[in-house]
């Protein structure tokens, strides 16, 4: 690495071998904040745009490092599917996700994220199955979050495996749709109970006139199909007020909540939450 002269690669190098550094440290720490309880659950509620109540809360993974603070997900997901090590952590989010929504007020749904490489094993419907029996929630009370690349690999085998968690009475959402390459030949292949419209659409609201075509095109084609939809990351009123017009259901976003680990807030009665 050093003796390749002053030509730019050894700094270049040098970074190389920083960020592999970091990652390889980032894999060992993973490997041990499973056992030393450093994962916690925050939750960020959904609202019933009709009704105005909250229906459901997803389940969003935090890791609290011993020196670093908070991790974003964003940084170590990546890192633990890399590892192998998304397995016991998905089925410990799985399991922890079911275990508190057993104590929510019973309308109340939970969704977990589930990464593509939890299909692998081909034991995702058994692992569910433990964690409902575990702790006693009803399936019809879990909502699982995938994305396209979910099908994209190995589609047989996973059309499959969602079919037999659909048959369970878990519910399917597609997340971040849009963002992807074929996020509609899916939805015919595949018959999701939601979709949730990607916040880069949401951002450009309200005024982006090619944001608003392709959401009120995405809410046409929910309605036609029958499929729920959530719009995600709405964070001002003009958004939401945009996202009514066109007819959207369900919002998710810092205007109605920030992910947190406690949800109690959201029990009060519906009067004193109105705005
Ligand atoms: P996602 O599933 O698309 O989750 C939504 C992300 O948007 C969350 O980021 C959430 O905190 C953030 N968000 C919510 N409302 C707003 C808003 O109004 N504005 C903005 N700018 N952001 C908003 P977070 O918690 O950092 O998670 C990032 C990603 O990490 C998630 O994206 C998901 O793909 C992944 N992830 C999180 N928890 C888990 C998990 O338990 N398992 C797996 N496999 N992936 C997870
Ligand atoms: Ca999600
Ligand atoms: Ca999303
Ligand atoms: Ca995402």
Redesign the pocket.
């Known amino acids: 690495v050093k003796s390749e002269g002053r030509n730019g690669w050894c700094f270049y190098h040098a970074e190389m071998d920083a960020v592999v550094q970091q990652r390889l440290e980032m894999e060992h720490e993973l490997r041990s904040a499973l056992a030393d309880q450093q994962f916690e659950l925050h939750f960020?509620p959904l609202l019933n745009l009709d009704s105005g109540e909250v229906v459901s809360f997803?389940?969003?993974?935090r890791w609290k490092h011993p020196h670093r603070g908070m991790v974003?997900?964003?940084e170590f997901?990546p890192v633990a599917e890399d590892s192998g090590l998304?397995g016991p952590i998905?089925d410990w989010?799985l399991r922890e996700a079911c275990r508190q929504a057993a104590q929510w007020p019973s309308p109340w749904r939970v969704a977990?994220?589930?990464?593509p490489l939890q299909f692998r094993h081909g034991s995702l419907p058994r692992l569910v199955k433990e964690a409902l029996k575990a702790t006693g929630l009803d399936p019809r009370r879990l909502e699982l979050?995938i994305t396209e690349s979910v099908l994209l690999a190995d589609e047989k085998h996973n059309l499959k495996v969602l079919n037999t968690l659909r048959d369970m009475g878990v519910r399917i959402a597609m997340?971040?749709f849009g963002t992807g390459y074929s996020s509609l030949s899916y939805l015919r292949a595949f018959p999701f109970d939601k979709i949730k419209i990607d916040?880069s659409f949401v951002r450009d609201l309200p005024h982006d006139q090619n944001a608003l075509s392709i959401i009120r095109a995405i809410t046409d084609m929910a309605e036609a199909l029958g499929v729920h939809i959530t719009a995600?990351?709405?964070?001002t009123e003009a958004q939401m007020d945009a996202l009514k017009a066109m007819n959207c259901r369900e919002a998710?976003?810092?205007?109605i909540g920030r992910?947190a680990a406690a949800i109690e807030a959201y029990a009060e009665p519906k009067a004193a939450r109105a705005r």
């Open positions: 960020q997803e389940a969003l993974l974003s997900p964003g997901i998304i998905g989010v977990v994220n589930i990464s979050e997340d971040d916040q995600e990351g709405v964070e998710q976003g810092y205007l992910p």
